[in-house]
């Protein structure tokens, strides 16, 4: 079926070329950016989702906030906009494939691989977090690896907008293997939980394994509250202790005793990364290899069934599975058997009293109780003033008032309030913590001046200058001096009076201008001569020697580049040196490698794909052209 999309233009300057992919909220569209001549991803909300008012409110809302996001492993944002009933958010375009597609063709991913890919993902997570944004929804699904082997994080904030729904469906089947337990128990998520979510995504590069498995998202989401995983090294036994440690520190189900910060998730793996035999000592889950009969305590919570211990103790790879012996395996089943019925219907229980309890959130209480005093309903703030209700005592025992956002174009006066986030009549419960609202509010008519954007980038020139009511006019340019993405030119000057609406031009580097020569022609000359030619026009060259009757012998008769094509300053030119007319009779030359080595195998070099370097370390090719660490 025809895609509506594809070959339309948003705002008069998004052209939609192809769609590259979808996920529950949106569906995601390469597209040119005709204003700046560059490729982007454009994610469209889609048309069902899009007739909620308060979801097109919050996906702006979230968006809006994680473009202000800007680091290195992050994907990008840069535009956030509602065109012709379209909604729709505007990002970097990555080349690449995701961390799923990386795992699945790979298998096991070796400890260097695991720690390079964990310590830009959490520094990713380490800047979101310092902004206040939560991902909600880390997974290999949302992390992309690049062609240079870095990875960048992606869908910031949108996996809030689906806690509306407050259900766990089929359809949330790929994102609960990885939720935190309070996550799966309907509890608010916070950083620690991101952390969480890492150290599944930490298991599952170390072992190909995911750390819960079942036939449905419920029985999943039950197992991060109330079960136990397997530890990494009983399934790989090559991973380094002190990795294991720090991906089941991550893990761990007790949100006070896990990593209580990106910053702390990184400290360790620098650490590990420096010393691989490293131990921090962390408590860990009682795991498969302790004793089944042990007297051990296990903390609360964290109780398992013996016949999930026993088949996951039987269902490893080799390493694993001849740790138990037949006697062992037999004895087990036997104890299996009698538990398996009562651990089934205790699972059938907590599920119906799960329902019951959802029921009872979201329909019945409303019905049979009154609203209890340990809710909050947040009043209408639009149409007083600012000052009032900032130094109104009532509402600061229950709200924390946000920096405001100015409306510059409101004719209003200045501290009226236009906007508020979030809206009248929504309700909180009383945890304790005040509840966070942004207000706008009208700016007056003070005189606005032009502020000084030189050096900075021009994304956030660009929110600066929206943030005033102006309308910027961003182009780019090449320039020797400036780093690119950097503005090196503005108009209007610094302090120039402005008003509501005007434009605001601003140029941005794009770094510094190659030049371009001209391809010297090499034809009918030595090689000596024509590397000489080269080097005099600034090229390099390549010799390649081929037989050729119609070309005299030592000469050049045929280039890569024909003469007086401009190309970038240092380009390679290959050229073609005549080795006469090809012999008649070529004697049978011997493969070397094939029966030249002693024994008749095999020699070094045969394969070129596979080896071993000089340190003895196993090499081998590229996958999908992503760069393998170490």
């Not at 990106?262 to 795991?287: G, M």
Request: hydrophobic letters at 35%; a negative charge; charged letters at 25%.
């Amino acid at each position: 079926m025809d895609d509506m999309y594809i070959g339309r233009y948003l705002d008069e300057r998004y052209e939609i070329l192809e769609r590259i992919g979808s996920g529950g909220m949106a569906v995601v569209y390469k597209a040119l950016d005709h204003r700046l001549n560059r490729y982007v991803a454009i994610k469209i909300l889609k048309s069902d989702l899009a007739q909620d008012p308060e979801l097109r409110r919050r996906f702006h809302a979230e968006s809006q906030a994680v473009a202000m996001l800007s680091h290195p492993n992050i994907v990008s944002v840069y535009d956030v906009n509602h065109s012709e009933n379209v909604d729709y958010i505007v990002m970097e375009l990555i080349e690449g494939i995701t961390l799923k597609q990386y795992i699945n063709r790979k298998g096991l991913l070796n400890w260097k691989e695991t720690v390079h890919f964990t310590t830009q993902i959490a520094k990713a997570l380490e800047h979101a977090h310092s902004r206040g944004i939560i991902h909600r929804d880390i997974k290999p699904h949302n992390i992309m690896i690049l062609k240079d082997g870095n990875v960048k994080v992606a869908d910031f904030g949108i996996a809030r907008l689906l806690t509306t729904q407050n259900t766990l469906t089929q359809q949330t089947l790929g994102s609960v293997h990885y939720i935190s337990p309070e996550q799966a128990k309907g509890d608010a998520a916070d950083a620690r939980s991101d952390i969480y979510s890492v150290g599944v995504v930490m298991y599952e590069m170390l072992t190909s394994r995911l750390p819960f498995e079942g036939d449905s998202a419920v029985s999943i989401a039950i197992q991060h509250i109330s079960s136990v995983p397997l530890q990494p090294r009983e399934i790989n036994p090559d991973i380094p202790v002190g990795l294991e440690e720090i991906t089941m520190r991550a893990m761990d189900p007790n949100i006070n005793t896990r990593y209580q910060s990106a910053t702390e998730l990184i400290a360790d793996l620098e650490d590990f990364r420096k010393n691989p035999s490293v131990r921090f000592n962390y408590s860990k889950i009682p795991s498969m290899a302790d004793d089944l009969d042990a007297t051990r305590a296990i903390p609360s919570g964290h109780n398992i069934s013996e016949a999930e211990r026993l088949r996951r103790r039987v269902s490893g790879n080799g390493a694993t599975r001849n740790r138990v012996t037949p006697k062992e395996y037999r004895e087990n089943r036997r104890k299996a058997g009698k538990n398996t019925m009562l651990v089934g219907i205790f699972c059938i229980i907590l599920l119906l009293v799960g329902l019951v309890a959802a029921m009872w959130e979201f329909f019945l209480k409303d019905v049979f109780l009154p609203e209890e005093e340990e809710h909050i309903r947040v009043p209408n703030f639009v149409g007083r003033m600012y000052e009032s209700v900032i130094s109104n005592e009532e509402y600061l025992r229950y709200f924390r008032f946000e920096p405001p956002k100015y409306d510059y174009q409101s004719t209003n006066p200045e501290g009226y309030i236009l906007d508020q986030d979030p809206d009248a009549g929504m309700t909180y419960n009383q945890t304790g913590e005040p509840v966070p609202v942004t207000l706008t509010i009208a700016a007056g008519q003070e005189q606005l001046f032009m502020p000084y954007l030189i050096n900075r980038d021009y994304r956030e020139a660009r929110r600066i200058i929206e943030g005033m009511g102006l309308i910027p006019d961003i182009q780019a340019q090449a320039n020797d001096t400036y780093t690119p993405d950097y503005v090196f030119y503005q108009s209007p000057d610094k302090d120039t009076p402005l008003t509501p609406g005007m434009t605001v031009t601003i140029i941005y580097s794009t770094g510094p201008e190659i030049p371009m020569v001209p391809v010297p022609d090499l034809k009918g000359l030595t090689e000596a001569t024509a590397l000489q030619k080269l080097e005099k026009a600034q090229l390099t060259g390549k010799k390649v020697e081929e037989f050729n009757a119609d070309a005299t012998k030592g000469r050049v008769f045929q280039q890569s580049v024909d003469p007086e094509v401009e190309v970038e300053l240092g380009t390679e030119i290959v050229f073609y040196i005549s080795l006469g007319p090809e012999p008649t009779d070529t004697p049978e030359v011997p493969i070397p490698g094939y029966g030249e080595n002693e024994g008749g195998g095999e020699g070094p070099g045969d394969n070129p794909d596979e080896g071993e370097n000089s340190n003895g370390e196993e090499y081998g090719g590229d996958e999908e052209g992503i760069t393998p660490i170490g």
